[in-house]
């Protein structure tokens, strides 16, 4: 249960808004382009109108504005460091606005600092909308229909699409029985917290070997379930619920890349 | 001397969509020598209710959880007193096995206790024959590759060796044969008998609770519903049936028998004194020729 807070990767809250029934192709589209246009703004003013549009997504998705805080605290260490080294190694032609050592602020870095906050933020809030909203399987049936012009290069895209349904099925039950090995190792004496890197290093053992175990008996059993239910690969299959475009999706998507476009174009 | 609950609630994810409460107002009390039983449906807050016992979850409040007069509000950094007087043995415990040698596996929990290996190897074997398993011919043998029960076993000797003085069960006979978990029964009456262990043992075979318990504890969404004695408890047959609980094979039948024999006595659960009641009955009715 611990775990499973701390790690929001690839988190999915269900709900019923505007934003989870979107069709995935469209949501998944829409982000990718939002990355790019991230980095063609080039005005403070720009990137906080997109902040305003993204807040209004945010909005729109009916989730909790901390569930996205959340997923910037990951990062919250490369944030701090990115940023310190903007501010403190960018050379402006001006005056430093402070001066102590051999430190040295620019009003240059300052900008620049801003800016790299700014995007990675923005990075991660686009992203964390995708995810929150979307259900992994939702999401992997987006990803097998984007790679599709791939297969005809040789790529295996059904096989890469259900290899990362099977991960996204399994990342919980991993977790869940990792913080049950956690327990149940704790209960005799096992200790976690303590020691050097060393010792720390040696007390994953009694957690890995049997969470290796049971992750290889898992996979037995799926294979043979997956065979029993005539699996094979490489075969062409449908989908139980396929994808299909609706116009609200369309209209959704075109709506979208007008905004997007009248941001590039004003800022 | 005894594990104290006084009105624990306690909710997941607080304050997330996921937030579930899990216990709601519990008091139960463990004296020392007893057998307790806890039943209730999946979900109902048995397992939060357990981790609790040996703080692998800390109360939130103070005077919540009190294990020996001591609370574990205020142990956050010395619970491995606790761990040690409260050994938890989960659900299908052959899953935590990992060292090389049985020997090895079974010691993992004395590591921090600075034993000779002398005294180590004693504890072990002790252990190991608690569980009705000879150490000679067990100790060099890998504990991946044993039968379920032995594994079972071994995992409760991993529990065991740390002489705890309270010994939590979760489903301790799920998933074994017939004949494993019979013997795995006697040997947790044999513990609770020989060293005065108390035993919390959750459970959803009825007659196996019916027949080791002292007391009975169920649960439901969260919060203690019935408790008492298994006589007490397995004669809220309605209750029970309404919380989607089974009964005792004993209590099932003369339940049944009730419906239509006024006045049977439903307290028992004992088959030998059930089968006793029935033929006095018939005997009185004048059902028996």
């Known amino acids: 249960m611990e775990l499973k807070r701390q790690i929001t990767l690839g988190q999915y809250v269900p709900g019923k808004s505007i934003l989870h029934t979107l069709d995935p192709r469209i949501k998944l589209l829409s982000s990718l382009i939002l990355m790019v246009v991230v980095f063609l703004i080039h005005s403070v003013t720009g990137y906080l109108v997109m902040l305003g549009v993204l807040m209004i997504l945010v909005f729109l998705s009916r989730i909790p504005v901390r569930y996205f805080i959340n997923g910037l605290k990951p990062i ?5 460091l ?10 402006g032609t001006s005056e430093p606005l402070f001066q102590w050592w051999i430190v040295k ?4 870095g300052l900008v620049a600092a801003v800016f790299i906050l700014l995007r990675l933020v923005l990075l991660v809030f686009s992203s964390s909308l995708l995810t929150l909203t979307t259900s992994p399987m939702r999401l992997t049936s987006a990803i097998e229909f984007i790679l599709k012009p791939f297969s005809y290069l040789g790529l295996p895209t059904s096989e890469i699409s259900m290899m990362m349904t099977i991960a996204l099925r399994f990342i919980p039950t991993i977790l869940e029985e990792t913080d049950r090995l956690i327990k149940a190792q704790s209960s005799r004496g096992a200790e976690f917290e303590t020691g050097n890197l060393f010792k720390r290093l040696q007390g994953l053992i009694p957690i890995l070997v049997p969470l290796f175990i049971s992750s290889f008996r898992r996979a037995d059993d799926l294979a043979i379930a997956m065979e029993s239910r005539c699996f094979q690969v490489g075969i062409k299959r449908t989908q139980m619920h396929p994808l299909v475009f609706r116009s609200v999706d369309f209209l959704s998507f075109g709506l979208f890349l007008t905004i997007l476009l009248l941001i590039v174009l004003f800022f | 001397m005894s594990i104290n609950i006084n009105n624990l609630s306690f909710t997941y994810d607080k304050g997330l969509v996921f937030e579930k409460k899990a216990l709601r107002n519990v008091s139960f009390t463990a004296n020392p020598g007893e057998i307790i039983g806890i039943i209730g449906q999946t979900g109902s807050g048995k397992s939060t209710l357990i981790q609790h016992c040996n703080g692998l979850i800390s109360p939130t409040e103070p005077n919540q959880v009190m294990v020996d007069d001591l609370d574990l509000y205020h142990m956050k950094k010395t619970i491995s007193i606790i761990r040690k007087k409260v050994g938890l043995v989960f659900q299908y415990p052959e899953a935590q096995l990992f060292e090389e040698t049985v020997e090895k596996d079974v010691a ?10 002398e005294e180590s190897k004693k504890r072990v074997e002790t252990a190991l024959s608690i569980v009705g398993l000879a150490y000679e011919s067990y100790r060099d043998k890998s504990p991946l590759l044993l039968s379920g029960g032995e594994k079972r076993r071994i995992a409760l ?3 065991i060796v740390m002489n705890p003085q309270y010994l939590i069960l979760d489903e301790p006979t799920a998933g ?3 004949f494993a978990k019979k013997s795995l029964l006697e040997e947790i009456k044999r513990i609770n008998r020989l060293q005065n262990v108390t035993i919390i043992m959750v459970s959803h075979d009825m007659d196996e609770i019916a027949d080791l318990a002292d007391r009975i504890y169920v649960m439901d969404k969260g919060a203690v519903v019935l ?3 298994p006589a007490e408890v397995f004669s809220q047959y309605d209750q029970l049936e309404a919380l989607g609980l089974s009964l005792p094979e004993t209590s099932r039948l003369l339940h049944y028998l009730s419906k239509t024999w006024k006045g049977i006595d439903i307290s028992v659960i004992d088959p030998l004194l059930g089968a006793d009641i029935i033929f006095k009955y018939m005997q009185e009715q004048g059902k028996w020729n």
């Open chain 1, 76 to 80: 919250l260490m490369l944030l701090v």
């Open chain 1, 82 to 91: 990115t940023v310190s080294l903007q501010v403190f190694f960018t050379k």
């Open chain 1, 105 to 108: 602020v620019y009003q240059e």
């Open chain 2, 108 to 117: 993992f929990g004395l590591k921090h206790e600075k034993l000779s290996p």
């Open chain 2, 157 to 159: 000797a991993g529990i």
């Open chain 2, 176 to 178: 074994l044969d017939p």
């Open chain 2, 227 to 229: 408790h008492g004695t």
